[in-house]
């Protein structure tokens, strides 16, 4: 019953955020998504120094290569819908704010990426030292008079989905978001292994 609980919860989180998504993309102003982008850029800087300018390049770079032909496709047919007499200049003014604001939320998430992996090269390590610490916890505890909790291994993927969640939604959540999130989440993800695989059951 519980497991059919959180699936079901799980498929109405994901149809609220889908709907939260397309909702924000309909009506949310470019400038605000622009505004987010400058904003997290400077607190990057401040913390990268140069090295900030490298990620917004890749990320600028890889955007231009893909898409940037496209999108100005996408333009143009814009401002067609605006002219001649049959003509709609107020939607083809939306439509044209619509493929802006895609743009720069496509940029901001991939900004956001880049800033998240260079915060990986320390993460990885040592989401790999907590998974070994864990497993040393939890032989430790195979010779000892120590019982596992079941409360706290299930705390620890607990922990883990909402991390997972937290991560996703700031990728995705076009405002701007304090700099310190990425690495906070890390460090989260490394803790939240380490509770899972030192709580494992003693006979698996």
Known sequence: MARRDDSALSTALAIGV????????????PPIIRSAWQTERAEVYA????????LFRQAMTGLQQSMAKDFQGFLLEADAMGEGALGNSSFSQWTRSRIEAT????????????VLMGWLLPGIPLAIVAYLDGQYVREIRKFSFVAQSPIRHKLG?????????????WLLVPVPLPAMIAPTLTVAISY?????????????
């Open 47 to 54: 913390l990268a120094g140069l090295g900030e300018h490298l």
């Open 103 to 114: 743009w720069l939320w496509m940029g901001l998430v991939v900004y956001r990426l880049h």
């Open 18 to 29: 889908f709907i939260a998504v397309v909702a924000t993309w309909l009506f949310i102003p």
């Open 192 to 204: 939240s292994l380490w509770l899972w695989v030192s709580n494992l059951q003693k006979r698996l």
């Open 157 to 169: 993927i607990r922990v883990m989905w909402v991390v997972l969640i937290g991560l996703s939604a």
